[in-house]
């Protein structure tokens, strides 16, 4: 029995341009379709001429109904699933026009004076600065360990690659000196009038996000959170980029339905098949004296990887951040190295079971002991250890 007699027409159109043409709004013609093209991801493209490709040797296939039944449900799933991320894209496109329709905006002298180096206010809303001879050193290291592509990479290109995503930065404070680093990185580009806004305006939902956020539980040192609420900068262009403060791994991919995750709270909300989630956790699960809280922590980085297997099909863009290096001492002056290294090691070994993307750049920070803030200092010496300044690690990682 061939593909023909079940009625291939009534599952998708002839040709890949009219199943495109038939999802956009009435009276869209070439330009539309057009602009509908440059904005799906790769991926979506590929899979699209992947299954007319195997509708066409399905059609040209002789099977007996049972065959074709059953490859009949596998095609119209894997139909249903590119469908939704191709609506997703076009949902993103008009929340873009949208957007494009708001007359620009200038930058905020707050903002603009908070993002100079030269700005040494401590009171400034956004990370903690290097000096610039801290700056050009990390800097020389960092080329020297391959990243010389942070000096070319502009605002303008990721511009251009969020248009009509959401860049989700999920962590603990180390994330969040990601995501101030990033607001610094693309001042000229999302929108001052807005400043920084929720996640979204239904109250429930903001409820939802916050609550999968939260945790009750403590880091190895006792220290107890509190959880800070979502923000979100609006681009020019339609797209966004949200931190969300969640310091334990237990909270990011719970697969535990009646209390879900932070991920499967977004994805079941807010989050489009296009966006990028961005995911750290590891500094709240072990400190250089205390150790590691090994157990929890693995089992995080599990579900975490199960949770990618299982949805990468419509949220393919996932990576894992490793945590950089913490130069903190101990009471003895020192703290042992491979406390870190088995962070790093774990979420290796269990990820890369899983296929997920990784951006490890702790061996990197290592040596980087002046790469730190220093602008808090008592004695005349460091007293943040953890946390990095900027321009610096931060831009490195982005």
């Keep these: 029995m061939g593909w023909g007699q079940l009625g291939s027409g009534q599952i998708m159109p002839d040709d890949f341009s009219s199943y ?62 590119v469908t939704a991320r191709v609506q997703g894209t076009l949902a993103a496109q008009q929340q873009q026009q949208q957007q494009a329709q708001q007359r620009p905006q200038r930058r905020q002298p707050l903002r603009s004076k908070a993002c100079d180096i030269n700005n040494r206010n401590p009171l ?56 101030y680093a990033l607001r610094c990185f693309m001042i000229d580009f999302w929108d001052h009038s807005l400043g920084e806004c ?27 959170v509190i959880t800070d609420l979502p923000r979100c900068l609006w681009l020019a262009a339609g797209g966004r980029i949200c931190w969300l403060h969640s310091v334990r791994g237990e909270e990011i991919a719970d697969p535990d339905p009646q209390n879900p995750g932070l991920l499967q709270t977004l994805q079941a909300t807010v989050a489009q098949p296009q966006d990028i989630f961005y995911v750290n956790f590891g500094r709240w699960h072990f400190s250089n004296c205390a150790g590691l809280q090994s157990a929890p922590y693995k089992q995080s980085l599990w579900n975490l990887g199960k949770l990618y297997e299982k949805t990468r099909d419509v949220f393919p863009n996932l990576l894992f951040k490793v945590s ?30 899983f296929n997920v993307p990784i951006v490890n750049t702790y061996n990197d920070t290592v040596p980087l002991h002046d790469g730190h803030i220093t602008d808090r200092p008592i004695g005349g010496r460091e007293v943040d250890c953890l946390h990095y300044c900027s321009p610096g690690v931060p831009e490195a990682c982005l």
């Excluded at 074709?68 to 095609?75: D, G, H, I």
């Excluded at 929720?198 to 040192?221: F, G, K, M, R």
């Excluded at 903190?328 to 890369?352: F, H, K």
């Design 124 to 179: 400034s809303p956004t990370v903690r600065k290097c000096m610039q001879n801290q700056t050009k050193s990390v800097v020389d290291q960092l080329v020297q360990e391959g990243h010389r592509p942070m000096l070319v990479f502009t605002p303008c290109e990721l511009h251009a690659y969020l248009r009509g995503r959401t860049l989700w930065l999920i962590g603990d404070s180390l994330m969040q000196n990601y995501y």
């Design 324 to 353: 950089a290096h913490d130069h903190t001492a101990c009471r003895d002056g020192g703290y042992p190295l491979m406390t870190g290294r088995r962070v790093m090691q774990s979420a290796e070994n269990i990820l890369g079971k």
């Design 20 to 81: 495109l043409m038939a999802m956009l709004p009435e009276g869209s013609g070439p330009a539309e379709l057009q602009q509908l093209l440059q904005s799906l991801d790769p991926a979506v493209l590929q899979e699209i001429q992947s299954v007319y490709a195997d509708l066409k040797q399905f059609e040209q296939t002789q099977m007996d109904l049972d065959q074709a039944q059953e490859r009949y449900v596998q095609l119209s799933s894997r139909i249903a699933s």
């Design 198 to 224: 929720q996640v979204s305006s239904d109250s429930s939902i903001e409820q939802q996000i916050y609550h999968a956020a939260d945790t009750n539980i403590s880091s190895p040192l006792g220290s107890r």
